[in-house]
């Protein structure tokens, strides 16, 4: 328990910044929304005559700007990119950070074994996780209130909302994953920013290509907002899939962390 | 008891060597200098001891329990102070040392304050406005502060002033007569002289010998620098005792072991412009256990 507490209190002062940066972030996006609505018409006509490949990979589609749902699906992706950053630079860093900051050699000779460690960590990586996200639901259904013309259907709100917090559990598992393959990680944005927009740019390549296969290595295809739009529900394959690839990542890192050599600072 | 039993510990770095077959023993209540230079393997041992790394071969037993699959319940009884200290930059002195005590199922608090009060720590500042002195007394308190049965220290006294280093050596007494046992790991003889019962000499990742300190003060080196007035023949420095002779022109120096009264008699001899007597460097004594060896 003192580890979990521990953690949260040194990750308090990122969890506050990138909080408020998605907050900021959703209420910018959203108050561009009457502006834009009003010559939706027009948007909508202009993007039309777009090469197909790029509204493709736009994911324009199959969405209409000129509703408020429609438009949040549709920006919905700069919100997760940046939450994805957030939780991949979280699950790089909470275990890595005892041997970039050295103090490896004080924690890890108390009585306690590694799992419980990682367990601990990993808690107060999804406590993190969790608080960030019912801010940020919190600021967006209102600003979504605030700013809609129409009434909207708050299900599938609420469903392409929710993604962000999947898509931030999935990196938390695989940054865990990644920092225990590196014996030292310096610095750990880098890392964050490499594999969220590598993950990110195959995602928008497969929205031309369309290969089933590739859709399953990049968890931005997992919760497609168009999909969700439409159908208002998940598609549950990807959703096994996004299960399997978190279960795995996690008894990776278990697994490792575990067994690990702790270097001498 | 034994209270740490090493038997033919390995571990490899990859290809690169850490320690290979090292063996040894600690008793209860003793405390014991475990020395070499640098690189020789007296941190890989002690990182093995505390579960930091995993052997390659070989085992090691604290209190009689495997390190590696106890690991966590013995080191509830071990207080460890590595020879480089870091903690939590952005935390407030008094909140490392109560995040330390918290792993302990025991009340600290008191023992806390008395530590900090006698290394004279300022409870109140931050880590990261802290000088390397005073993290490593931050490091000292921490180690100490759960009254462990085993304490290893990993070269404790890099970087600590004079004074600090007495109280530090008066602790370490006062808390082996409550007790505990101590594994001291140094590469500065002097040191482990004043302090230690016993001693394992480590060079090259193995076990060279584990002597008593008093057999290791019988055979007290002296490291002898010279300058005469004239020049000299090694002739005349053929006395018992003397080893590693070399002469240069005027400036002689060598090791010596014995009746220090029979070399002082033999030099009053010439006139001397200058003669330096100092303990020899660990590297020296070495070399001198190299020659005997072969």
């Known amino acids: 328990m003192n580890v979990y507490l521990q953690e949260l209190k040194m990750y308090r002062k990122s969890l506050i910044t990138w909080t408020i940066a998605l907050v900021v972030l959703v209420v910018l996006i959203l108050s561009m929304f009457p502006a834009i609505a009003k010559d ?111 009434p909207y259907d708050t299900k599938a709100f609420f469903l392409v909302t929710f993604t962000l917090l999947f898509l931030q559990l999935y990196f938390i598992a695989f ?13 750990v944005l880098p890392i964050s920013l490499a594999a969220v927009f590598g993950f990110y740019i195959i995602y928008l390549l497969n929205q031309t290509l369309h290969d089933a296969k590739l859709s399953y290595v990049t968890p931005f295809a997992y919760f497609e907002p168009a999909y969700i739009v439409s159908n208002v529900q998940y598609d549950v394959t990807y959703v096994a899939v996004a299960v399997g690839f978190f279960t795995v990542f996690t008894i990776v890192s278990y697994g490792i962390y575990t067994k690990k050599d702790i270097p001498a600072i | 008891m034994h209270i740490i039993e090493i038997n033919q510990l390995t571990k490899y770095y990859g290809k690169s060597r850490g320690i290979v077959d090292v063996s040894f023993n600690v008793e209860e209540g003793e405390i014991f200098g475990f020395i070499g230079p640098n690189g020789a393997g007296k941190s890989t041992t002690i990182r093995t001891l505390l579960a930091l790394i995993y052997p390659t071969s070989g085992s090691a037993k604290i209190f009689g329990k495997d390190c590696i699959q106890y690991g966590p319940e013995i080191r509830r009884e071990i207080g460890y ?19 330390s005590a918290s792993f302990y199922n025991k009340d600290c608090k008191e023992r806390l304050y008395e530590l900090a009060d006698i290394m004279d720590l300022d409870l109140n500042r931050k880590v990261n406005d802290l000088s390397y002195g005073n993290k490593k007394k931050v490091g000292i308190v921490q180690g100490l502060l759960h009254s462990p049965k085993l304490i290893i220290l990993d070269e404790p006294t890099s970087g600590l002033d004079p004074l600090m280093q007495q109280k530090f050596f008066d602790l370490i007494h006062e808390e082996n007569k409550k007790g505990a ?9 002097n040191e482990v002289q004043k302090l230690c019962h016993r001693v394992a000499i480590i060079k090259e990742g193995k076990i060279i010998k584990v002597e008593d300190i008093e057999t290791l003060k019988q055979s007290n080196y002296k490291k002898f620098r010279i300058d005469m007035t004239d020049t000299i023949t090694d002739t005349y420095f053929d006395v018992e005792g003397v080893t590693n002779l070399s002469i ?47």
């Open chain 1, 175 to 187: 940054g865990i994953a990644v920092s225990v393959f590196f014996k030292k990680i310096r610095t």
């Open chain 2, 248 to 294: 240069h022109d005027q400036h002689v120096t060598f090791l010596f072991s014995g009746d220090i009264n029979v070399i002082i008699s033999q030099l009053s001899q010439k006139r001397l412009k200058n003669l330096i007597v100092e303990e020899p460097t660990l590297d020296e004594i070495f070399m001198h256990y190299y020659v005997k060896e072969a």
């Open chain 2, 181 to 189: 046992t101590i594994l001291f790991s140094s590469h500065i003889l």
């Open chain 2, 81 to 99: 102070l590595p020879s480089e200290v870091f903690y939590y930059d952005n935390m407030k002195v008094l909140d490392v040392l109560k995040y």
């Open chain 1, 40 to 150: 939706a018409q027009l948007l909508n006509k202009l993007l039309s005559a777009f090469p197909e490949g790029i509204q493709k990979a736009l994911g324009l589609t199959t969405l209409d700007l000129s509703t408020v749902l429609g438009f949040y699906s549709f920006v919905f992706i700069y919100v997760l990119l940046v939450g994805s950053i957030q939780a991949m630079n979280l699950g790089t860093s909470i275990l890595s950070a005892e041997v970039r900051e050295r103090t490896a050699d004080f924690l890890l000779v108390k009585p306690i074994n590694r799992s419980r460690i990682i367990t601990y960590k990993l808690l107060a990586a999804l406590t993190n996780i969790a608080i960030t996200n019912v801010v940020y639901i919190l600021a967006a259904k209102l600003m979504m209130d605030i700013v809609k013309k129409a």
